[in-house]
């Protein structure tokens, strides 16, 4: 028996609607449990939205509704998108859930008392990203994100002592036992443990969040620390602290994908927070890059967010997935158009995967070769790695080689000459070995393009094969980056 996998996106904000970067990351997570699932692993999958921050409370006030109403529907809309974009998440967790309170509590109670204290902090604090900023990360006294004057805040907050955990982390880390993807980032990690962690905040003030938060347990005064608040989702969306369920993940692999830029909560604050209350700590981390337009990072305050259910309404959910897949590089940023998408969805879906299939298919209905039956065969060699390794750019570079080497092979082989001069055997004999090949590449493209492949492997399945409707038809003159 194999070790059940857990794996997980972090928890947007839901101050506003999502926008396409988070959903690179939703698809990326998703490829990883389709993929395990396929060959065989039990794997539970989880997203969810972050639904506590103060930034909730701003905008519910600039938009003259309540918190709790912003929050359920923008949390809503990012249910939608993880459905939109065919993402199979076994569990959806908000964080303004009673189960979530409760894991919160429980989770606070467990951390050992000697790293519990009550102290002064005093820091450079940015509201749009409810969090304080050190002076080498803003040199200016500006967000880095947001390009906003940082204000300074002092407060009382109950403080996690994670200075006590700097060389076991370090150990964990270096060691490979918690491992951070890719190279770059787990030396970025290192580095900053090397430099000394500062103990961190469990707690804001209450008053400065206008009361909205979970209570800190035993003091009314404060609120839990929206990012520690977040980080124990993963332990609620198992059902922390009731029953067993928990403690079964706690024996297998937790893989948790996440934006570069929050690594020091996920590889720094949550191990430290776990080792301290006894429990299990992630397996491995892997941080992906940002979607940029013109060089600039997407995001929910740039102005320049598009909802990404429109793109998926104009091309399809597989053909999004298709260009965050192959055509954005997992851990650098890449630029998003949808000049660039709809590039991709001619060359490579309509004109590459599609025709094939189109033509394959439409010979077959004529030869009539016999279905396929047959498990699939291995992918190209080095996909497994290249998916092992978050490459799935590269693993899908090898499914279009095939496809285009299939390609080739049917047009040197020319079946259609054998068909129209009536020898059938011998139309059958050129036909089936590219159809057992197209059904495996179908099989590995499963955890990429889940629609699509069920549509290539039920064209090629026995008794006969029937000749495909177009998977990626061909879309009409396009201006302005939009289909009339
Ligand atoms: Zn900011």
Redesign the pocket.
């Known amino acids: 028996m194999t070790t059940p996998l857990f794996v997980t996106t972090t928890i947007p904000y839901v101050n506003a609607p999502p926008h396409i970067g988070f959903a690179l990351e939703l698809v990326q997570a998703d490829v990883i449990a389709r993929y395990h699932r396929l060959i065989g692993r039990e794997v539970r999958f989880q997203t969810g939205t972050d639904e506590n921050a103060f930034k909730n409370v701003l905008s519910a006030q600039a938009r003259g509704v309540s918190v709790q109403q912003l929050v359920d529907e923008n949390s809503t809309r990012f249910l939608r998108l993880t459905e939109a974009l065919d993402v199979s998440t076994d569990h959806f967790q908000r964080t303004t859930v009673p189960a979530h309170r409760r894991a919160v509590n429980a989770f606070l109670a467990r951390l050992r008392p000697d790293d519990v204290f009550a102290a002064e902090y005093r820091g450079w604090y ?1 509201t ?2 409810e969090d304080f900023y050190f002076e080498s990360d803003a040199p200016d006294g500006v ?1 880095p ?2 390009g ?1 004057p940082l204000v300074e805040v002092a407060e009382r907050n109950h403080f996690f002592r994670l200075s006590a955990y700097q060389s076991r982390l370090h150990e964990l880390i270096s060691s490979r036992r918690l491992q951070i993807l890719p190279a770059t980032r787990e030396a970025e990690v290192l580095g900053f443990i090397e430099r000394g962690l500062a103990d961190i905040s469990l707690s804001r003030d209450a008053t400065r969040s206008q009361g909205w938060g979970i209570p800190y347990p035993g003091d009314e005064t404060q609120v839990v620390y929206v990012w520690i608040d977040a980080l124990i989702n993963y332990l609620s969306g198992l059902g922390f602290p009731a029953g067993d369920a928990h403690r079964r993940w706690d024996d297998g692999v937790k893989c948790h994908v996440i934006g570069k830029n929050v690594w020091k909560f996920h590889a720094v604050y949550w191990p430290a927070l776990l080792l301290s209350a006894g429990l299990a700590i992630p397996d491995r981390i892997v941080a992906h890059g940002f979607l940029t337009n013109e060089g600039r990072k997407i995001s929910k305050s740039s102005g320049d967010a598009v909802d990404p259910v429109d793109y998926i309404d104009e091309f399809g959910a597989d053909a999004v997935r298709y260009f965050l897949l192959r055509h954005v590089r997992p851990f650098d940023d890449s630029d998003f158009s949808v000049e660039r998408l709809a590039g991709a969805y001619n060359a490579d879906l309509s004109n590459g995967i599609g025709n094939l299939t189109s033509r394959l298919t439409a010979l077959c209905e004529s030869a009539a070769p016999c279905g396929i039956t047959a498990p699939a065969g291995a992918p190209p060699s080095g996909f497994h790695e290249h998916v092992e390794a978050f490459r799935f750019d590269l693993a899908l570079a090898l499914l279009w080689g095939e496809i285009a080497d299939l390609n080739r092979e049917l047009g040197a082989a020319r079946p259609w000459d054998d068909v129209k001069n009536g020898r059938l055997a011998a139309a059958r004999g050129s036909l089936a070995p590219l159809v057992a090949r197209l059904s495996t590449a179908a099989h590995w493209l499963t955890p990429f393009l889940p629609h699509t492949a069920r549509l290539i492997q039920a064209a090629l399945a026995a008794p006969s094969i029937r000749r495909s409707e177009p998977l990626f038809p061909r879309r009409g003159v396009t201006t302005g980056g939009h289909s009339r």
């Open positions: 940015c749009g990203c967000c994100e947001h906003t």
